[in-house]
């Protein structure tokens, strides 16, 4: 836990209630999204139990197994989950646009919308991860064929929870997770896992105290868990009912028994539907942050992309990477992990604040400036100078002594796309600048050399807010500078120690009776 979000979690116990910890929202919302509420029979690791879900808030869809031992109901329910989930994922394929990327710039087609997947927790998306890995090897044809349907949801489902690995991704969501990064609770990250009270302390009902309202919210017959997971009490009602069904004497007892298992699992599954559309009321009130669009662009180039595999092979995932695909996947991991961080800083001051604390950040005010310096070509970081590089110069004041050194690169947020290197840095009181001492005297003072962000131009005068003004104040970090990962070679080109050239992927017999659990 950072120390912002310590300071946050014990504002929030002492006022009662909760405190932000972003100024935006870090996350895509869909319009809309689709709702997924699945609940496991206990004991088995994806054994389908029920499920509510749906785009429409008002109009919830509710999936039962009566016998959730019985595998040609489960996969009953999963052909049911998929006349939810496939429509909706066609529809996302509907519009396209046209855009530029990779070197050089060539045009490219991806979808203007995107599935989004949003689960109650962490253990929805684990549950996700294990149906699709469960369905998407399934044969449609001899014995125990499925429907077509079925492995095709299967494949969604897993390229869907591949992408939750990806911090940027908001293709595969949990409501805690969301609700968690943009508020914090007095109560503990494990108590956060429990959607009902992380929304009770964020929003509690007038009158009433966050902690007053958590403790109400955790009675399991106010709330009942959020799933996959049910409560043991329930499970005692529910095998009673199941096992009733199983012995009912006639097609009228049992259709009465199922009707009156459905009604248990409404009363298990409603409450958490309406808290899940809660949460998304309370994301959707925050602005999005500046890269939240950008991201969600690489979701759909990503999800076009996928979709034209199935469209050209439909093949689906192995049950095992290869060696090449395995480094590939890492590399993209590192990646989407330093820039989602630097991008939510860059986005949001408070994200900022975490790391000037932790001595990756300074902020300070510009208090003197050379918009027209000029150095000489080859280095050197003397003032004038011969006709040379256009090198602008600002000098910002700090009351701290800046936690970056000499000689570092920086970026600023209020200018992205403008490279800042910290000259000097000057003790005010009068030590000296290699003192590590940050609390004494009159300040201390950084020279930056500016290069870059100038419309273009390499010689004064630069466009008019490309260089900071006296008086602004500015930030200055050295986050959001990437590093290109190192190039992988071909899969062709795989060595020896590590399998060398991959074999095409063709599903066998094999992986279709994998077992569910």
């Given at each position: 836990m950072s120390l912002l979000r310590t300071v946050a979690t014990l504002r929030a116990a002492a006022l009662g209630r909760a405190e932000r910890l972003t100024t935006v929202r870090h996350q895509q919302l869909a319009d809309p999204p689709f709702v997924f509420i699945p609940l496991a029979l206990a004991g088995e690791a994806c054994a389908p139990l029920a499920a509510m879900a749906g785009t429409d808030a008002g109009h919830p869809v509710l999936l039962t197994v009566e016998q959730p031992r019985d595998r040609t109901r489960r996969f009953r329910f999963a052909e049911q989950l998929a006349d939810l989930l496939l429509p909706y994922v066609d529809e996302c394929r509907g519009d396209s646009e046209t855009y530029e990327a990779g070197r050089p710039k060539e045009s490219r087609e991806r979808f203007t919308r995107a599935p989004q997947i949003l689960v109650p927790n962490q253990g929805g998306i684990a549950f996700t991860r294990l149906l699709g890995r469960s369905t998407r090897l399934r044969r449609t044809d001899g014995p125990y064929a499925v429907a077509?349907?079925?492995p095709t949801l299967g494949k969604w489902l897993t390229w869907a929870a591949d992408q939750a690995d990806f911090p940027g991704s908001?293709?595969?969501?949990?409501m805690t997770r969301m609700l968690g990064d943009h508020w914090a609770t007095g109560q503990s990250s494990t108590e956060d896992a429990h959607l009902a009270a992380l929304l009770a302390w964020i929003d509690p009902p007038p009158g009433m105290?966050?902690?007053q309202a958590?403790?109400?919210?955790?009675?399991?017959?106010?709330h009942p868990p959020a799933g996959p997971a049910t409560d043991p009490l329930f499970d005692r009602t529910l095998s009673e009912l199941v096992t009733a069904y199983g012995t009912a004497a006639g097609d009228r007892a049992r259709a009465a028994t199922g009707r009156a298992i459905e009604a248990e699992l409404r009363t298990q599954l409603a409450p958490t539907w309406?808290?899940?559309?809660?949460?998304?009321?309370?994301?959707?009130?925050?602005p999005p942050g500046g890269h939240v669009e950008e991201r969600w662009a690489l979701d759909r180039a990503l999800f076009t992309g996928y979709a034209s595999h199935l469209d050209e092979s439909g093949l689906p995932q192995p049950r095992r990477d290869h060696a090449a695909g395995a480094a590939r996947r890492l590399a993209r991991l590192e990646d989407a992990v330093a820039r989602y961080e630097s991008q939510r800083a860059f986005d949001d001051p408070l994200v900022m604040a975490e790391y000037e604390l932790s001595g990756?950040?300074?902020?300070?005010?510009?208090?003197?400036?050379e918009p027209d310096r000029v150095i000489e070509s080859g280095g050197g970081g003397g003032r004038g100078g011969k006709a040379g590089l256009f090198r602008p110069l600002v000098t910002l004041r700090t009351e701290q002594r800046p936690p970056i050194g000499e000689g570092e690169t920086v970026l600023s947020p209020d200018r992205p796309g403008q490279k800042a290197e910290i000259l000097t840095i000057r003790d005010l009181g009068g030590s000296d600048s290699s003192d590590s001492d940050g609390g004494a005297g009159n300040g201390f003072e950084a020279d930056i050399q500016l290069s870059g962000g100038f419309g273009g131009k390499r010689k004064p005068p630069a466009p008019p807010g490309s260089i900071p003004e006296i008086g602004e104040q500015l930030c200055y970090t050295t986050l959001g500078q990437y590093v290109a990962s190192a190039q992988l070679p071909d899969d062709a080109d795989t060595p020896w120690t590590h399998g060398g050239p991959p074999q095409p992927y063709e599903p066998t017999h094999e992986d279709a009776e994998e077992t569910w659990e």
């Open positions: 077509p349907s079925v908001s293709t595969l969501l949990s105290t966050g902690a958590a403790r109400l919210a955790e009675d399991p017959a106010r309406d808290l899940m559309w809660r949460g998304i009321e309370l994301l959707r009130a925050l990756e950040a300074f902020t300070g005010t510009v208090t003197a400036r």
